[in-house]
């Protein structure tokens, strides 16, 4: 019913949709990558550290590093600053494998943004690509409803002009095959962009979901919750193609404090300020479940959720240095069954005084 359109082999948005797979691994193995960040008590990354000074744990059992990799974009963008010869046009997979930058998926979903949210929205992804976006940087803009898109590129104009073209909605009188339909399609879209971004090798990815809601959820509140819909598989199935894809979600709530102050007869003019304010809320669900997809995705891939604030500055400090400073380790698991289990990795670092942060866990393969 949802056309979607993903990152493909190419980099060509249109060229595999809805085609992109999520990465598998041999049976008798599972290959675990985890980004770390590591803090001394200043709030400073630490830089010199080595596979000695850390141990990693998996459902308490000491695991084998194989690979170990600072990754710092900041020193490297100041040693060589780069700036791209031709900064219009796609990027091939070996180029952004190459990338001295940050690389930063938006996805924009259209499906449940309302009319009156819709401007923030864009003006959000409009102002991070503006401030926050350096010369070596690249992107790629999706829109759930395959309304607009653009391949990665380092090109802040082709980014914003993708944004541009996105439009909101009222979705309250939608019947409910339709809502669950919209939610599960948003679900697959997620994997399918970290299946085809999986094939970016040695990098870690940041996909930035912009939108009030998945309305689908692990668990439902109430028996009679009929707005959002109970897809416990579907949304452990994402996170698990996230986590082998070393894609980790950020999701932004566009709605601020869920100030029903815009509601008013010019929201809809048949039937006068009562109904538009009916409607209006019927829209307007507020603060998001921790049991939506928005927040379980977000937290079991080693991001974070935004909610119920007008301070976006802070956050997306936060998402630049996430993406920018990191070490990148890798082990094989000493598990090897196939059960579908969610994993705990607990990450000890050999030195006082240090905060360490990491993705608290992971998805095995189902069987």
Known sequence: MYKHVVVAATLSLSSIAGHAQSPTFRAETTAVQLPVRVLDGKGMFVTDLTAADIEVLEDGVP???????????????????????????????????????????????????????????????RSFISDRMAPGDAAAVVVASGAARQDFTHDKRALQIAVDRVTGGFDADEPPGAREAKARSLLKLVADLSGALAQIRGRHKSLIYVGPQMGCRVSLETSRDTDHFLCTEQVWDTVRAAV?????????????????????????????????????????????????????????????????????????????????????????????????????????????????FYRSGYMARRP
Do not use: C
């Open 63 to 125: 695991q084998t590093i194989s690979d170990f990799t600072l990754v710092d974009l900041e020193a490297r963008a100041k040693r060589a600053p780069t700036v791209p010869a031709t900064p219009t046009g796609a990027l091939s997979i070996p180029q952004l494998e190459k990338l001295d930058g940050r690389m930063y998926v938006f996805l924009i979903d259209d499906y449940h943004l309302n009319v009156p949210h819709t401007p923030r929205a864009k003006q959000l992804v």
């Open 244 to 356: 082998q894809g070393n894609v980790s979600m950020y999701s932004i709530d566009p709605r601020g404090n869920y100030n029903p102050s815009w509601i008013g007869a010019s929201v809809d003019g048949r039937s006068g300020p009562d109904e538009a304010r009916q409607r209006s809320q019927a829209g307007e669900p507020g603060r998001p479940s921790v049991a939506d997809g928005f927040h379980v995705l977000s937290d079991h891939t080693g991001g974070f959720a935004v909610t119920g604030t007008t301070n976006y500055r802070d956050p997306f400090d936060r998402i630049v240095r996430e993406s920018s400073t990191y070490y990148l380790l890798a082990y094989t698991s000493s598990n090897n069954k196939i059960d579908g289990k969610y994993r705990k990795t607990q990450v000890n670092v050999k030195r006082v005084g240090v905060q360490t």
